[in-house]
């Protein structure tokens, strides 16, 4: 089987396909938002869904795929599903949709040697992917917590001038010039 025309003849329906799987993740008002508003100004987590899943899709189809590419597309839509309320695992899950999709759009040709080395090679890529995603997500969840704590800290500083438990010492150092 020529994967290239297998490809070219089915890359759209496939990228749609996971498009909508990552999309059936969210709440249905937001599924139906996005699926109906196209703009990329009034619907940006939809619009970035669907340009990191293009970009994915072009990586996992390749015998080796190009660790800044994948990273530079999981980043965008990661980053998205950290700040939202997806556990660790619904973050990601999504990754695993692209192999299960190529499984049931290559079945008819199974007994091909080349279909299950191309699904070989997808498997592995979707491995590779999950890898990144995590990494990825930790990151950004770690950022999160950060800023969490560095809010707290802030809010209990402003609490305690308040209360004149203490008071604010200015910082000498900022308009100090080493010579």
Same mark, same amino acid.
């Given at each position: 089987m020529d994967f290239?025309?297998?490809?070219?003849?089915?890359?759209q329906k496939l990228v749609e396909k996971w498009i909508a799987?990552?999309?059936?993740t969210y709440p249905a008002d937001a599924v139906k938002f996005f699926n109906n508003t196209n703009d990329p100004f009034a619907n940006p987590v939809g619009s970035t869904i669907k340009r990191s899943i293009g970009l994915l899709f072009a990586q996992v189809?390749?015998?080796?795929?190009?660790?800044?590419?994948?990273?530079e597309a999981l980043? #965008?839509? &990661?980053?998205?599903?950290a700040v939202q /309320?997806?556990?660790?695992?619904?973050?990601?899950?999504?990754?695993?949709?692209?192999?299960?999709l190529f499984q049931k759009s290559l079945n008819k040709y199974r007994p091909d040697k080349?279909?299950?080395l191309f699904l070989e090679d997808v498997a592995s890529n979707v491995d590779e992917l999950i890898l990144f995603a995590v990494d990825i997500y930790g990151k950004y969840r770690e950022k999160i917590y950060l800023l969490r704590i560095n809010q707290?800290?802030?809010?209990?500083?402003? #609490?305690? &001038?308040?209360?004149?438990?203490?008071? /604010?010492i200015p910082d000498f150092d900022s308009g100090l010039q080493t010579l």
């Open positions: 290239e025309q297998y490809l070219k003849k089915n890359k799987a990552v999309i059936a189809v390749k015998k080796k795929m190009e660790p800044t590419a994948v990273k980043d #965008l839509i &990661i980053r998205l599903r /309320e997806f556990t660790p695992s619904q973050a990601i899950s999504f990754i695993f949709t692209i192999k299960h080349g279909v299950d707290g800290k802030e809010s209990l500083k402003k #609490l305690l &001038i308040k209360k004149e438990i203490i008071c /604010e």
